[in-house]
């Protein structure tokens, strides 16, 4: 229970400090939701994912912009995994910080697409997905302006068993503030 209670901490630090930033920054703002599978079991999954101004990878045409979300997957109820452990029942709250890269120009047909690194920390309990306090988010995803469609990965990086991971597919509705 204590490590829950850490975690919940560290994501409620993790949400102040992308409130804190300046308010001059430029910061798209965005509610995500879909399907979760662990191999063939879905689930929902929610996210709330804030990027913040673009900026310039040196002379190149790649720019990276801050990246910080709050997502829920559901548990599930699966027979196969009922006496295992850690099971698949818990609900996981993840929060994560990382980067979301860009190649083009404005105006480029394939600017819209992204790929995103994040590092996270869950909260809720472990199950065969998810199944440490830390996880590494990968996500490949096309945004226009206020909507997005995206494929995410959630593990550990085989870091620790088991690791099933999470693949998603989410949509996204946003708006600049």
């Given amino acids: 229970m204590r490590s829950s209670r850490f975690a919940l901490g560290a994501l409620a630090a993790l949400s102040l400090a992308a409130t804190a930033l300046p308010a001059a920054a430029e910061t798209h703002l965005e509610v995500q939701g879909g399907r979760s599978y662990m191999d063939d079991y879905g689930t929902n999954a ?32 699966i027979g196969r995994y009922e006496n295992s452990h850690p099971g698949v029942t818990n609900n996981v709250w993840v929060g994560a910080a ?72 989410l949509v996204g509705i946003g708006f600049d503030i």
């Fill in 98 to 169: 990382g980067a979301r890269l860009h190649y083009g120009s404005e105006g480029d047909w394939y600017r819209p697409f992204f790929f995103s690194f994040q590092v996270a920390g869950t909260a809720g309990g472990r199950t065969q997905a998810l199944s440490s306090g830390y996880e590494f988010v990968s996500t490949l995803g096309w945004q226009y302006k206020n909507v997005s469609f995206q494929v995410r990965h959630i593990s550990n990086g085989s870091f620790q068993e088991p690791n099933r991971g999470e693949t998603m597919a």
């Fill in 46 to 77: 929610f996210f709330v994912e804030s990027v913040f101004d673009a900026r310039q990878m040196g002379q190149s045409r790649f720019t990276w912009s801050p990246d910080v979300s709050i997502g829920y997957i559901k548990g599930r109820d």
